[in-house]
């Protein structure tokens, strides 16, 4: 049970390049998110799955690309990076009906220069 | 004004020392009170979750949840180096449909031997 695995663990960027930082996990999850963690802002929330086929917007969505095709997998596509969008990005999974114990992958370091 | 505010520290203590880290809050609705550990350059874990008021103890960790004063503690007892990470509060709504957590900033804990 590898829980909740994200690639790549790092990444440097140009500004205006596109890519796609890949989630996925094995715990049959319903819920998905993506969170970026910038010091003194703590976690903030992307975007989020409640369910495959089913995405919705979080706190700071502008910029970022969201599907959720399988229940495993959970992409974010970074459409055109810019220097704001340096940050470490977390992808996290939890059960439905259980709103406290959310799993977290290890994190991407992105940097875009 | 954040919804959950966190004192970012950072705090230092000696080993064998009692910890008290704190959040406050200003949203009503919350009704799950959760306490994320999380180490350098790695995912949070959840180290406790309480749900309403009162107190949950688990080992040397308690959770305190005052909702009169939108007020929530985590005390660490007989500290230890491995307790070193950055602690972050996150709060829920009971509504199980919603999966959103809104988190504090974190405060960074560092035991000295």
């Known amino acids: 049970n590898a829980g909740v695995t994200q690639t790549p663990k790092f990444q440097v960027l140009k500004t205006g390049q596109s890519m796609t930082l890949q989630c996925a996990q094995d715990?049959?999850?319903?819920?998905m998110s993506w969170y970026r963690q910038d010091p003194g802002m703590g976690l903030r929330l992307i975007h989020y799955?409640?369910?495959?086929?089913?995405?919705d917007q979080g706190e700071v969505p502008n910029g970022y690309n969201v599907s959720r095709s399988t229940t495993e997998d959970f992409p974010l596509r970074l459409l055109s990076a810019a220097p704001s969008q340096t940050s470490v990005y977390f992808c996290?999974?939890?059960?439905?009906?259980?709103?406290?114990?959310?799993?977290f992958g290890p994190g991407t370091r992105l940097t875009v220069t | 004004q954040k919804e959950v505010e966190q004192d970012p520290g950072p705090l230092s203590v000696p080993e064998g020392a009692i910890v008290s880290l704190n959040c406050t809050y200003s949203n009503s609705a919350f009704q799950y009170f959760m306490w994320y550990r999380q180490y350098s350059r790695k995912g949070p874990e959840l180290l406790m979750y309480t749900y309403s008021s009162g107190n949950k103890e688990d080992g040397r960790f308690t959770a305190q949840v005052d909702k009169s004063s939108k007020y929530i503690s985590l005390f660490i007892r007989d500290s230890q180096p491995s307790d070193s990470a950055t602690y972050l509060c996150a709060m829920s709504g009971a509504n199980f449909g919603n999966e959103k957590l809104t988190f504090g900033t974190g405060t960074r804990l560092t035991i000295i031997p």
């Open positions: 996290a999974s939890k059960r439905g009906n259980v709103p406290y114990e959310q799993y």
């Open positions: 799955s409640v369910g495959a086929g089913i995405t």
């Open positions: 715990m049959n999850h319903e819920y």
